[in-house]
């Protein structure tokens, strides 16, 4: 079955703790992202990349890093320095930018107290 | 700067009724836009996409519109059931970069 897989599916943290939410993907696909979602907002890009050992800051970059060593996995830190880090986390890939329908996994939601 | 809206924020509806979710975006220059379903605690499942040289879109009892001009789709959801309960996401690809723009989403429940 091709997809994209997160893990974990809830992660809890204390404040001051970095952590790594994990994201593969076996759909081929050269691009992914990183959004984050809020009760009653849209979804907010914080990272992307559109090609191995590549990637750009969204909208809301400030406290989080990623890497993308292999096509198929986009891991994302929260750093200690992310003033708000509690909500859901969702990784999502596509073909490219341009065209391309998006895919999403089913999410991690962190909470941190 | 592309804003993406979506009316009503929640919509209560008995089984069978036909309905329709708006979308509106600021603006026209897009590749796509995209209408997805989200489950509470779940990711978002892709409905339907409508390139930007499309006028619609049709899967099953699902139909949707696309007028770049106006900046406004719709989603058609004929003959409503339960399952269909659930909060509906619209997104356009601007054109020129990899960003998406998402709505807030429509919260969606159907009484049986």
């Known amino acids: 079955d091709g997809g994209i897989t997160q893990s974990p599916k809830y992660l809890f943290r204390k404040e001051g703790q970095n952590v790594t939410l994990s994201c593969e993907q076996n759909?081929?696909?050269?691009?992914m992202y990183w959004y984050r979602q809020d009760p009653g907002q849209g979804l907010r890009l914080i990272y992307y990349s559109q090609i191995v050992n590549d990637f750009q800051k969204g909208d809301i970059a400030e406290g989080y890093s990623v890497s993308r060593e292999k096509k198929e996995s986009f891991p994302l830190t929260v750093t200690s320095a992310q003033k708000n880090p509690t909500a859901f986390y969702l990784c999502?890939?596509?073909?490219?930018?341009?065209?391309?329908?998006?895919?999403f996994g089913p999410g991690t939601r962190l909470t941190v107290t | 700067k592309q804003e993406v809206t979506q009316i009503p924020a929640a919509l209560s509806v008995p089984e069978g009724e036909n309905l329709v979710l708006n979308c509106s975006f600021t603006d026209s220059a897009i590749y796509n836009l995209q209408w997805f379903r989200q489950d509470p605690g779940k990711g978002l499942t892709s409905l339907l996409l409508?390139?930007?040289?499309?006028r619609e879109q049709t899967s099953g009892r699902l139909n949707a519109s696309l007028d770049k001009s106006s900046g406004r789709s719709t989603l058609y959801i004929a003959a409503s059931q339960p399952g269909d309960s659930a909060t509906y996401l619209c997104a356009v690809r601007p054109v020129g970069g990899f960003k998406t723009i998402f709505g807030a989403g429509t919260r969606l429940f159907v009484k049986a």
């Open positions: 999502a890939s596509s073909m490219g930018g341009g065209p391309y329908e998006q895919y």
């Open positions: 409508i390139q930007s040289s499309q």
């Open positions: 759909l081929n696909h050269d691009a």
